[in-house]
């Protein structure tokens, strides 16, 4: 797709920014692009954005489709099937959309319980047994990782978008920006605990140089090995449960972090 040749046949691609269960952060993003919004407004329609206006409201159809938030009720579940059929790209922005975010904890827990202990009246609460991503309910083309997504990522999408290319996002672990920040390891050279060698890079390594480990913000990377970096911070004299515990934060419910926190705890 070109900005000329929208897929929709009507001028300028429509964009569409659409919010499950989140916390609106990874469509604030998009906001934080003061340089480049007039340009951006100009080579794209945005149709749908209730973050911006509630007069942005279109029902489709989309050329692009942002989608942030998990899946967490059965409104949202329809939601993202009914925008999955209006829209032929449909990316999914941000640790909740991509991993269930933080709210995915409730995942590995009794979710009635966490119900009746949290809510007075919990039979007027109605909510999904488990959040999840969006891609456990459509087909998505692309993800952005993090919390919030990466400002950088976001413009490299949408560029590649309107030029027709694949976007120029690149899989390596948050060691490598470390690396290149001349970052000493926080892990070898304080005993840190830190997810950055299975974790996708995006964020800028901000924990380690603040000398904190990484929380895992952006997900796992291509082929992560979690299971050698388990070992290694057992070594170092984590509990199973404080292991499970470093990957079930952000991006818990992403495969290779979930099935490592299962094997290393309850």
């Given at each position: 797709?070109?900005?000329?040749?929208?897929?929709?046949?009507?001028?300028?691609?429509?964009?569409?920014?659409?919010?499950?269960?989140?916390c609106?952060?990874?469509q604030?993003?998009?906001?934080?692009?003061?340089?480049?919004?007039?340009?951006?407004?100009?080579?794209?329609?945005?149709?749908?954005?209730?973050?911006?206006?509630?007069?942005?409201?279109?029902e489709?159809?989309?050329?692009?489709?942002?989608?942030?938030g998990?899946?967490?009720t059965?409104?949202?579940?329809?939601?993202?099937?009914?925008?999955?059929?209006?829209?032929?790209?449909?990316?999914?922005?941000?640790?909740?959309?991509?991993?269930?975010?933080?709210?995915?904890?409730?995942?590995?827990?009794?979710?009635?319980?966490?119900?009746?202990?949290?809510?007075?009246?919990?039979?007027?609460?109605?909510?999904?047994?488990?959040?999840?991503?969006?891609?456990?309910?459509?087909?998505?083309?692309?993800?952005?990782?993090?919390?919030?997504?990466?400002?950088?990522?976001?413009?490299?999408?949408?560029?590649?978008?309107?030029?027709?290319?694949?976007?120029?996002?690149?899989?390596?672990?948050?060691?490598?920006e470390?690396?290149?920040?001349?970052?000493?390891?926080?892990?070898?050279?304080?005993?840190?605990?830190?997810?950055?060698?299975?974790?996708?890079?995006?964020?800028?390594?901000?924990?380690?140089?603040?000398?904190?480990?990484?929380?895992?913000?952006?997900?796992?990377?291509?082929?992560?090995?979690?299971?050698?970096?388990?070992?290694?911070?057992s070594?170092d004299?984590?509990?199973?449960?404080?292991?499970?515990?470093?990957?079930?934060?952000?991006?818990?419910?992403?495969?290779p972090?979930?099935?490592?926190?299962?094997?290393?705890?309850?």
């Amino acid at each position: 797709m070109t900005a000329s040749e929208p897929e929709s046949g009507r001028g300028r691609p429509r964009l569409g920014v659409f919010k499950l269960a989140s916390c609106d952060g990874c469509q604030l993003t998009l906001l934080d692009c003061e340089d480049e919004l007039l340009a951006l407004a100009g080579a794209v329609e945005i149709v749908h954005f209730p973050e911006v206006s509630s007069r942005l409201a279109a029902e489709g159809p989309f050329d692009l489709v942002l989608l942030e938030g998990s899946v967490s009720t059965e409104e949202q579940r329809e939601l993202v099937h009914a925008v999955r059929a209006r829209t032929p790209r449909l990316v999914a922005i941000g640790a909740c959309a991509t991993a269930g975010g933080i709210q995915a904890l409730r995942n590995f827990a009794d979710h009635e319980e966490y119900v009746r202990a949290v809510y007075a009246r919990p039979e007027y609460v109605s909510t999904l047994a488990a959040a999840t991503p969006a891609s456990e309910h459509v087909r998505v083309d692309f993800e952005l990782r993090g919390c919030p997504i990466d400002r950088g990522q976001l413009l490299e999408l949408l560029v590649a978008t309107l030029l027709g290319r694949k976007p120029q996002v690149p899989d390596e672990s948050v060691c490598m920006e470390c690396k290149r920040r001349g970052q000493v390891c926080v892990m070898v050279a304080r005993g840190e605990p830190c997810l950055g060698p299975v974790t996708h890079a995006g964020c800028g390594a901000i924990c380690p140089a603040y000398a904190r480990g990484c929380y895992g913000c952006f997900g796992p990377k291509e082929s992560p090995n979690p299971s050698a970096l388990s070992a290694r911070l057992s070594r170092d004299g984590a509990s199973d449960d404080e292991i499970a515990r470093r990957f079930r934060v952000f991006t818990g419910w992403a495969g290779p972090f979930r099935e490592e926190s299962l094997r290393r705890g309850r």
